[in-house]
């Protein structure tokens, strides 16, 4: 789940799209254990690190797992069963997938640094490309940090604060707490990757989970990326196109999936 600071996350909706969130056997991480666990406590800290240095981020591959839950107890809210999903992530490239999804979300940076998305539905063999322009016309447009992170590194140390620190199996986890466009908001910051833990969101009556369950280095999670041979043989179809397309089946199905997604975005 993407944590986008220019939009509320409503408590009864998920939005898995850019989700893009990962993690785990990098050349700085070698020897830490692949499944992840978001336990411990620590002390507090009076002073805000830099959560998001500016070094690259190294390619990895992660399941993550989301759940809407019953305020107060462990229980999942009716109507929402728990939600698993794959991301991959490299230097220029973002792709996540719900476990069992009908279609992937790929985006992707060139040299000018312009991000540009592409749907895929590979039942159909066919994608749906979003050019720059089209996203900013959507209002769809995140940092490349952000995507890479699953949420804004800039709202860590301003609007979320840190209350705590711990050391895991997998390094220091830095806990940071506040409101983000009005919900409060928890994320466990795993330092040593920048990249979260488990970010949780609640209100009143419920509480949207998400929590790192498993990493991989790029290329050797169970459900592979897609492969850029493989799209080059699909139908492409431009989401500027879609006004002229309205009868296209996969013209249809790709409305009905942005429709869901703004239904569901934060």
């Known amino acids: 789940m993407l944590l986008n600071r220019s939009h509320g996350i409503h408590m009864d909706r998920l939005k898995i799209t850019t989700a893009w969130l990962l993690i785990v056997l990098s050349a700085t991480l070698q020897g830490v254990p692949r499944e992840i666990e978001a336990t411990g406590t620590g002390a507090g800290h009076d002073h805000v690190p830099a959560a998001a240095p500016a070094r690259a981020f190294p390619p990895l591959a992660a399941l993550y797992e989301t759940q809407v839950l019953a ?137 949207i989970v998400t929590r790192l369950i498993e990493t991989w280095s790029v290329d050797a999670a169970p459900v592979p990326r897609s492969k850029t041979e493989t799209l080059a043989g699909y139908r492409r179809i431009d989401f500027a196109d879609f006004g002229d397309k309205e009868k296209d089946p996969l013209v249809r199905k790709a409305t009905r999936v942005a429709g869901r997604q703004h239904l569901h975005s934060h």
């Open 71 to 207: 305020e107060g107890d462990q229980t999942t809210a009716q109507g929402h069963a728990p939600l698993r999903w794959y991301l991959w992530r490299a230097d220029q490239r973002v792709e996540t997938r719900t476990v069992g999804g009908v279609f992937s979300e790929i985006w992707s940076r060139d040299s000018k640094g312009r991000i540009s998305k592409e749907q895929v539905f590979p039942d159909d063999r066919a994608v749906v490309d979003y050019y720059p322009g089209d996203l900013a016309a959507m209002h769809n447009q995140l940092s490349w940090r952000h995507l890479q992170s699953l949420m804004d590194p800039q709202a860590l140390g301003t609007d979320l604060k840190e209350v705590s620190s711990r050391k895991a199996k997998t390094g220091l986890v830095k806990v940071f707490r506040g409101t983000l466009d009005g919900v409060s908001t928890e994320v466990h910051w795993l330092v040593s990757i920048s990249l979260p833990l488990l970010i949780e969101r609640r209100d009143q009556s419920r509480r």
